[in-house]
């Protein structure tokens, strides 16, 4: 991928995918134009020294974005050109860590691209040095999000479906089907009375569940109409069961569609239409040395980030006490299991486990301080999930060189 040398470059092109690798950088004549009146405007109130730094202008679009004004459209636009390759990073290691679902690359960058709204909703640029380095996290953990979303969506039934989704749920997924204000109020209620009488009668923990029989309808509709008059706001009409069931039906695929959205209906660019918008293609054949040296100087900078997350863990290895070293030698580099270790230290099973989880949640608390102070970022759950397994892998390559053990810690 080529780097994007110049401000107005950065905030105005999108990556073009082909076969699944990155092909050129298009340019939105829309988004150039307004760079370029930006920068000009700018510099009139400006250093220019930051009027060229990406940093400085994430946070300009930011900041409009976030106002709601009649601009927010337009900064989200040149927020979505500013985070492509950041994306497309996140898109090319989601290949690999999830394999399963059998999505290409083109698939994971729609799938990160479509959630821009929601990254920037959680962005704090108070908490985080950068929108950049924010959404290298974001990227990865929101598309994680999504598939286990999908994931639980393939598995349970409409109505698994529609008994553990939330009022919440149901109703963005009512809204984002286009249905009037009347329609959403009717498919509600009847969700509503489903779920009530669904409940009564299935045990807890089943992800797929028996189809209604036909006196549930029945008993469904009789709620649904001795409910219409106080919980709707509107005159609404007696239903039958058959109707009910259609609805709930329909309920459920408008459910399943919003929290899992096709691949082929995500859109990247995600812009309002514009008539008088043209695309521009630039030629991006020839890359300067000065490309060359930010694409070495990006790596370095990533294996610097690396070998500083080794110190700080080789460090807090050493802080451990002896026996709990030794207990994540055997384990990790000589792969003995538990009850091997217990009868190689004679020692017991309950301090063998503790000595393990209390080794690991030391080594992680280590990692997050280390994240919350070098990045300035405030971690989340998914995020710690993610370091944990950082921590399991790193465990796992570095106790598996011969030259790492007790004796080096």
């Known amino acids: 991928m080529r780097p994007r040398l110049e401000i107005t470059e950065i905030f105005s092109t999108f990556a073009q995918l082909e076969a699944d690798r990155f092909s050129k950088w298009l340019t939105d004549a829309r988004l150039r134009r307004s760079m370029q009146s930006s920068l000009a405007e700018i510099a009139k109130t400006q250093d220019l020294a930051n009027k060229f730094t990406d940093n400085f202008w994430s946070l300009y679009w930011y900041k409009i974005w976030r106002s709601n004004s009649q601009l927010s ?11 492509q390759e950041t994306c497309y990073w996140a898109a090319q290691r989601a290949i690999a860590k999830f394999a399963v679902f059998q999505h290409g690359l083109s698939d994971y960058f729609q799938m990160g691209i479509a959630e821009l709204e929601t990254i920037l909703e959680a962005y704090n640029p108070d908490k985080s040095t950068s929108l950049k380095t924010y959404a290298r996290i974001a990227f990865p953990s929101r598309l994680k999000d999504m598939l286990r979303q999908r994931k639980e969506a393939d598995i349970c039934t409409n109505w698994g479906l529609l008994r553990k989704v939330s009022k919440k749920v149901v109703l963005e997924a009512l809204q984002n089907a286009g249905l009037t204000p009347t329609q959403i109020g009717q498919y509600r209620l009847a969700w509503t009375c489903f779920r009530m009488l669904y409940l ?16 549930l309808w029945e008993n469904v509709a009789n709620l649904y109409n001795s409910e219409r008059h106080s919980q709707l706001t509107f005159p609404a009409s007696e239903c039958n069961s058959v109707v009910i069931e259609e609805w709930l039906k329909k309920t459920s695929i408008y459910v399943r569609n919003y929290l899992y959205p096709s691949v082929a209906s995500l859109y990247v660019n995600n812009q309002d239409d514009d008539s008088n918008q043209e695309l521009d293609i630039k030629d991006p054949a020839s890359e300067s040395l000065v490309a060359d ?103 796992r390559i570095n106790y598996a060189k011969s030259s790492f053990s007790t004796s080096s810690v």
Request: net charge neutral; charged share 20%.
């Open 73 to 83: 459209n337009l900064a989200k636009a040149h927020l979505s050109a500013y985070l």
């Open 293 to 395: 040296i930010i694409a070495q100087e990006e790596v370095h900078n990533r294996r610097n980030q690396l070998s500083q997350m080794h110190d700080v863990l080789l460090s807090a290895l050493k802080k451990l006490d002896s026996q709990s070293q030794k207990i994540l030698e055997l384990y990790y580099q000589q792969g003995m299991t538990q009850q091997q270790i217990i009868q190689e230290l004679k020692i017991s099973q309950p301090t063998v486990s503790r000595r393990l989880l209390k080794g690991r949640e030391s080594l992680l608390e280590a990692l997050i301080n280390w994240s919350q102070k070098a990045e300035n970022i405030s971690v989340n759950s998914n995020q710690i999930k993610d370091m944990s397994a950082s921590l399991e892998e790193w465990l």
């Open 200 to 215: 009564q009668n299935q045990p807890g923990g089943i992800q797929k569940l028996p189809e209604p029989d036909r006196q």
